[in-house]
């Protein structure tokens, strides 16, 4: 024991050890202050601070992105990026100001709208990076702003916002949600957004389109205000689907001619009822029931979903016409797991999977339904009856009245009374390089159309309506023909006729080539279909030739092996008789005995004085087995004969039909 604490004592008392223990007492004590300070801190932090959260699949996030767009502070980031593209659903971004990138006073007097090389001026804006924070001062407040992009396997990078701030309740956050709601509003209050769906069950936002006016759609007398008035009132009538227990939802059926002007008409009502536009692709690679069911159960309560070519949702035609069936063929119902995956496409949407989607207990309720088709006849019964497809309008060839209301859509008309009219002549009318102010020359770079009566306007849409046939044009093409001479209205009337009349040649052209195109691709089918027809045949015949050979062999090969064993056995019958003979006498006698070895040329020759019958009678019996092997031989060569006839025969008659086609086409 004393050596032991004569060994620990020395240690002990050394100083370098004593001031290492002292080093990590203080370094402990340190860092014990410094994570409970943190820990008070975050608990501080956490006490004051509040913080909220917004995903892009939901509104408020385009909220708060276009308000904070408008924000300087998010302009002035010292982290971002500089990009020109300001249609981004993400804002909506930070415009920068003149005086930041000006260089002289010249370039303040820029019209945004002119030209350079065929594209307009664009604007620089900045956009703060990802997963950088910054700081906001909104009404007293102090706000942390960060952006993040989550990446997730199966439904790609999603964007998310987190704002904090410190406050005792969340008052602030709600008004600043409801003014960033009030300001998207009134700046998006002209605009549509389109969303498109896509492989993994999630919807993209994909862009803003300028709403378009119900006054620029032309439809029969009626139709338009039916369809509005029904519209309003199911959006209004929420408690009334409720108290009565229907789900509140309402389809829409646009069905009739290619170019029509159904999916103009679904623009137009989505931005007279300021809804946005959800567009799901029933042919889209990689859609199937689990797809869209998420799809339609994730679609906001008031919006438009549409479904376009309903009746090709199930086929991967690429032919739309009358003679078009609309489904696959019998052969292409069912391809393979290995064709699809070749070709890459995994669509496998099912016609239960879509009534399900659209009505099932997981759809979403608050929407309005719109489909389009342009063959009605081939829908499913169970997919356009009422509670699914509500309402049916049926879009038909241009009528008169149609055609005169487009050309009073197209072409301005200056009234007695309007004084913005003969301005705008006026400034049309005037020297080019004369200054005018910026409004004004904004104006003037349009395109220049000529202001006409009102009266004068009228009496030009009167004849060009007389002069187009009734329900013979569709609605695209009257358009087109507009805007072709969208400054000339008069001569647009002038040449309306010639146009008809090229249009009609034009449409006889082309349905001749189609005609011609199907002769010729009905030949072709034929054609191959005969030639496999003809290959299938040549080689059944060759199959059946072999099998025939390969009998006949066998059966040749049976004959002799059959006249062998006779053979053998006559001439073991020889030699028994000889060894009997050989015993009784031991004198060879002079008789002969006549035995046919197995092969030909080695016959055995043996005579005897008995008689000669026998020998005769065994010559005659080798003649008649080599007659009748001979005779059996000739049959099988018929045989075989017979089947080369019969499938020349099959070619030949082949060959008949496919000229036979070809000289009556």
Known sequence: MDLIKGLVSPLVNASALGDTMKLVVIGGTVETARRASMSAWHSFVDSFFLTAHFSEEDYPF???????????????????????????????????????????????EEDENELVNGRRKKQVAFMPSIDTTHTIYYRGHWLRVTRSNKHDPYHGSTQGLKISVVARNNIILKKLVLQAKREYESDMEHRVHIFLADSHGSWRWNGARQKRPLSSIVLERGVKDMLMADARDFMASEEWY???????????????????????????????????????????????????????????????????????????????????????????????????????????????????????????????????????????????????????????????????????NFFPCRKASDPQAAAQEEVQNSDPKTKVPMGTRKRSSMHAVPLIEEEELKVLAKEFAEAIPENELSVASLQGYLLKNKTRPRECVKEVHEWIIKERETRIKLKKEKEEREIKEKAEKVEKEAKENKEKAEKEAKEADAKTLEKIEAQTAARRLRRAKEKAALVAQAKKADESSDQSSPVLSSSTVIVSLPTPAKDVVVTTSSGESNAESTTAGDDGDAESVTSEDDEDLDDVAAVVDASTSKEVATEAQISEIKTGH
């Open 62 to 108: 385009d909220w708060l992105m276009h308000w904070l767009s408008k924000q300087p502070a998010w302009g002035r980031s010292r982290e971002f990026e500089i990009t020109t593209r300001t249609a981004g659903r993400d804002g909506m971004l930070a415009k920068t100001n003149h005086e930041d990138l000006m260089e002289d006073e010249d370039s303040q």
């Open 242 to 408: 409720a108290d009565r227990g229907i789900p509140f939802r309402r389809g829409y059926l646009l069905h009739g001619v290619p170019g029509s002007g159904k999916t103009s008409l679904i623009h137009a009502v989505a931005g007279a009822l300021g809804l946005d536009i959800y567009v799901i692709s029933l042919s889209s690679k990689g859609m199937n029931d689990t797809t869209l069911s998420n799809l339609m159960g994730r679609v906001p309560s008031r919006c438009i979903v549409l479904l376009e070519d309903l009746d090709a949702a199930f086929t991967r035609g690429v032919s739309r016409d009358a003679t078009s069936t609309g489904v696959p063929s019998k052969v292409a119902t069912a391809p393979t797991k290995k064709d699809a995956t070749a070709e890459g496409d995994t669509n496998s949407l099912s016609l239960s999977g879509l009534l399900n989607s659209l009505d099932g207990v997981a759809a979403s309720e608050g929407r309005i339904l719109f489909a389009t088709t342009n063959h009605i006849e081939r829908l499913d019964p169970a997919l356009s009856r009422p509670g699914r497809m509500d309402v049916w309008i049926d879009f038909k060839h241009a009528s008169k009245w149609q055609a005169e209301g487009i050309f009073l």
